[in-house]
T-cell receptor, first 117, second 117 residues
Framework: AQTVTQSQPEMSVQEAETVTLSCTYD???????LFWYKQPPSRQMILVIR??????QNATENRFSVNFQKAAKSFSLKISDSQLGDAAMYFC??????????????FGKGTKLTVNP | DTGVSQDPRHKITKRGQNVTFRCDPI?????LYWYRQTLGQGPEFLTY????????KSRLLSDRFSAERPKGSFSTLEIQRTEQGDSAMYLC???????????????FGAGSRLTVL
């Protein structure tokens, strides 16, 4: 079974600084997707960024970028120029590729990010 | 479009009672998912529907849990004979078939929080 591990229960960053959240996963499959979701307090979860395993290029979305290391099964999220609105729980998630026979997302336990003014 | 709607937002019940949650997905989304999130954990997959067909169920979905999507639009999740261990946030999400959209990113609702006394 696939597992996702987020080893940092909590992280903090100063406003305007950069922070990196870690995620490792375990799978025997070669085709899959990886995601970072953000869950602000009492609000719904929203997608931050996604990465297809077959793509070597790291995904970027404005201030958010990932470092995808397929051989190491590592998928870290870098947030640049941190803003107060970035404070939230961040979840790393894995899903099998189209031939995997399952649509479920497997989530890590999350990292709580605090942004200090 | 108002996004994924869930009702009620919070339900408090006594052990042994039945509860039902409703989810209204984004109208053009033919897939609907239920996840459960306990305190300090990431969401765990329960089940998903494509149109009215329930295509995948987790082993977490015990016989006390039943989900339906009778007309391929809204869905209900019923928990019979609730136990204290059922206390959690129940999240609904939706998207379109991956054939149409590729990596099929989920749109989540705000969740229904269940407290079993």
């Amino acid at each position: 079974a696939q597992t996702v591990t987020q080893s940092q229960p909590e992280m903090s960053v100063q406003e305007a600084e950069t922070v990196t959240l870690s995620c490792t996963y375990d799978t025997s499959e070669s085709d899959y997707y990886l995601f970072w979701y953000k869950q602000p307090p009492s609000r719904q979860m929203i997608l931050v960024i996604r990465q297809e395993a077959y793509k070597q290029q790291n995904a970027t979305e404005n201030r958010f970028s990932v470092n995808f290391q397929k051989a190491a099964k590592s998928f870290s999220l870098k947030i640049s120029d941190s803003q107060l609105g970035d404070a939230a729980m961040y979840f790393c998630a894995y899903r099998r590729g189209p031939q995997g026979g399952s649509e479920k997302l497997v989530f890590g336990k999350g990292t709580k990010l605090t942004v200090n003014p | 479009d108002t996004g994924v709607s869930q009702d009620p937002r919070h339900k408090i019940t006594k052990r042994g009672q039945n509860v039902t949650f409703r989810c209204d997905p984004i109208s053009e989304h033919n897939r609907l998912y239920w996840y459960r999130q306990t305190l300090g954990q990431g969401p765990e997959f329960l089940t998903y529907f494509q149109n009215e067909a329930q295509l995948e169920k987790s082993r977490l979905l015990s016989d006390r849990f039943s989900a339906e999507r009778p007309k391929g639009s809204f869905s209900t999740l019923e928990i019979q004979r609730t136990e204290q261990g059922d206390s959690a946030m129940y999240l609904c999400a939706s998207n379109r078939d991956r054939v149409l959209t590729g990596a099929n990113v989920l749109t989540f609702g705000a969740g229904s929080r269940l407290t079993v006394l």
